[in-house]
């Protein structure tokens, strides 16, 4: 069974960094590209980035770009999902999606189920 | 960016009727690179459609898709009641991915 596995929530201050991983398993890790989706409190799905994990390429949603840093280790086949200086604006579910088994590396086809980042002084 | 709109906001359908959601696109989505999600409450979002119109595995046939260009629409051809759910469209013509505000369907 393809699965994504996300880390759980968190609770930080503003200023302090962050990584969220996403452990896959069922599939060839490096054939797919991963990626991160944000949706803040009641509102609708926002695409950050993806990574294929094969040869390291990134994508980063411009409005995402300088924000967050993405990568993967293929040893053991989890992604992540960095930042360096968080804020209470990003505040969110963040949930890891993978192209699996689809045409193109954009698509989501299995999802995580979510890891809540809560940001607060 | 390409910007997906939407429409209605939210639609109210009885059980066993049809649903029929719109996304328009701000400018041409080439290749019908564009995706239909739907997203029950806490839970995360399933891939239904995409290239438009295919469906994705174990999706059923009750879900279809179709549009070009600009124009898309998702159809529900009997809402079944785990059917009440938010659905998003996406396109992945290129970068950056955009994702539309959703249509909630809810319950008449």
């Known amino acids: 069974e393809v699965q994504l596995v996300q880390s759980g929530a968190e609770v930080k201050k503003p200023g302090e960094s962050l990584t969220i991983s996403c452990k896959s398993s069922?599939?060839?890790?490096?054939?797919?590209?991963i990626g991160w989706v944000r949706q803040m409190p009641g509102k609708g799905l926002e695409w950050m980035a993806i990574?294929?994990?094969?040869?390291?390429?990134?994508r980063y949603s411009p409005s995402f770009q300088g924000q967050v840093t993405i990568s993967a280790d293929r040893s053991i086949s989890t992604a992540y999902l960095q930042w360096s200086s968080l804020r209470a604006s990003d505040t969110a579910m963040y949930y890891c999606?993978?192209?699996?088994?689809?045409?193109?590396?954009?698509?989501?086809?299995?999802w995580g189920k979510g890891t809540p980042v809560t940001v607060s002084s | 960016d390409i910007v997906l709109t939407q429409s209605p906001d939210t639609l109210s359908v009885s059980p066993g009727e049809r649903a029929t959601l719109s996304c328009r696109a701000s400018?041409?989505?080439?290749?019908?690179?564009l995706a239909w999600y739907q997203q029950k409450p806490g839970q995360a979002p399933r891939l239904l459609i995409y290239?438009?119109?295919t469906r994705a595995t174990g999706i059923p046939d009750s879900f279809s898709g179709s549009g070009s260009g600009t124009d898309f629409t998702l159809t529900i051809s009997r809402l079944e009641p785990e059917d009440f759910a938010v659905y998003y469209c996406?396109?992945?013509?290129?970068?950056?991915?955009?994702f539309g505000g959703g249509t909630k369907v809810e319950i008449k």
């Open positions: 999606a993978t192209q699996y088994n689809l045409p193109n590396g954009y698509l989501l086809g299995v």
């Open positions: 069922g599939y060839s890790f490096i054939t797919y590209w």
């Open positions: 990574i294929h994990p094969g040869n390291s390429d990134t």
């Open positions: 400018q041409s989505v080439s290749s019908s690179s």
């Open positions: 290239d438009a119109s």
């Open positions: 996406q396109q992945y013509t290129g970068s950056p991915v955009t």
